[in-house]
């Protein structure tokens, strides 16, 4: 139902503009258009921007991160790899702590941290060893997924909202329309060319905060998924490793 409504409502502002502006009642610049609206449009404007501001700090934010992430990961996969193959546990260890802002690198420097702290003893490494590093993996796989997802939930409610409040300054925008044929008993454009200001900017303004918003949201969920995937892996394999050296160690 909302679809509809604001389909159809999209659909008559380009024929509300081109009323508006050659009757020459208000000006297209946006400072015309502005002074033109009423003190509750000009607040739902505000808060647009307020949304429209904060969505796009996450945005960067998260692209910064995640491109960090991403460039570490492909150069700590291949030490870490090697430092392992060879069964240097300490240096995967100080490999992981060189690259921080990798989400493979937190995950694998807890599984190693503790199994490092039961492996040095001598005689078989028991299974309680293998377990609690793989809960280990566990753990810091949620709180690094909790790290990669900081903020989409916002980006999120700013792309399902935005509409809304737009709508909210349109519906605001037509009543005020009314209002002013009302007070000039007329209904020349002079009476409701305000009204239609406060429709034309807030609906165009909702759909400016909302759309990048939605894509945004989609594209950074599927590269937080992406990541989740590659943590999976790299857990399984560390864990296959644990194993490998277990059996190592009996025979």
Same mark, same amino acid.
């Given at each position: 139902? $909302?679809?509809?409504?604001?389909?159809?409502?999209?659909?008559?502002?380009?024929?509300?503009?081109?009323?508006? !502006?050659?009757?020459?009642?208000?000006?297209?610049?946006?400072?015309?258009?502005? @002074?033109?609206?009423?003190?509750?449009?000009? +607040?739902?404007?505000? *808060? /647009? $921007? +307020?949304?429209?501001?904060?969505? *796009?700090?996450?945005?960067?934010?998260?692209?910064?991160?995640?491109?960090?992430?991403?460039?570490?990961?492909?150069?700590?996969?291949?030490?870490?790899?090697?430092?392992?193959?060879?069964?240097?546990?300490?240096?995967? +260890?100080?490999?992981?702590?060189?690259?921080?802002?990798?989400?493979?690198?937190?995950?694998?420097?807890?599984?190693?941290?503790? $199994? @490092?702290?039961?492996?040095?003893?001598?005689?078989?490494?028991?299974?309680?060893?293998?377990?609690?590093?793989?809960?280990?993996?566990?753990?810091?796989?949620?709180? !690094?997924?909790?790290? /990669?997802?900081?903020?989409?939930?916002?980006?999120?409610?700013?792309?399902?909202?935005?509409?809304? !409040?737009? /709508?909210?300054?349109?519906?605001?925008? *037509?009543?005020?329309?009314?209002?002013?044929?009302?007070?000039?008993?007329?209904?020349?454009?002079?009476?409701?060319?305000?009204? *239609?200001?406060?429709?034309?900017?807030?609906?165009?303004?909702?759909?400016?905060?909302? +759309?990048?918003?939605?894509?945004?949201?989609?594209?950074?969920?599927?590269?937080?998924?992406?990541?989740?995937?590659?943590?999976?892996?790299?857990?399984?394999?560390?864990?296959?490793? $644990?194993?490998?050296?277990?059996?190592?160690?009996?025979?």
């Amino acid at each position: 139902m $909302f679809v509809a409504n604001l389909a159809s409502t999209v659909h008559h502002v380009p024929a509300l503009a081109a009323w508006v !502006v050659q009757e020459g009642a208000v000006g297209w610049d946006l400072v015309s258009l502005l @002074k033109a609206m009423g003190i509750l449009a000009k +607040i739902v404007v505000i *808060i /647009l $921007f +307020i949304m429209s501001g904060w969505s *796009i700090g996450v945005m960067i934010d998260r692209w910064m991160a995640f491109s960090a992430a991403r460039k570490q990961s492909r150069a700590f996969a291949p030490a870490v790899a090697g430092a392992l193959r060879d069964g240097k546990i300490d240096e995967a +260890i100080k490999v992981a702590e060189r690259n921080k802002k990798s989400h493979l690198a937190k995950v694998v420097t807890a599984g190693l941290m503790e $199994f @490092k702290a039961h492996q040095d003893s001598p005689g078989e490494i028991p299974g309680e060893t293998i377990e609690a590093s793989k809960r280990a993996l566990e753990r810091t796989e949620a709180i !690094v997924h909790a790290e /990669l997802k900081r903020g989409l939930g916002g980006l999120a409610t700013i792309g399902s909202t935005a509409p809304f !409040v737009g /709508l909210f300054g349109t519906v605001v925008g *037509i009543l005020n329309a009314f209002k002013g044929i009302s007070q000039e008993k007329a209904t020349g454009l002079a009476a409701v060319a305000g009204g *239609i200001a406060e429709a034309l900017v807030t609906t165009a303004m909702g759909l400016l905060v909302a +759309i990048p918003a939605v894509m945004m949201f989609n594209y950074l969920t599927g590269r937080v998924e992406a990541f989740d995937v590659e943590m999976d892996n790299s857990s399984s394999e560390l864990v296959d490793y $644990f194993l490998k050296r277990r059996s190592l160690r009996r025979s």
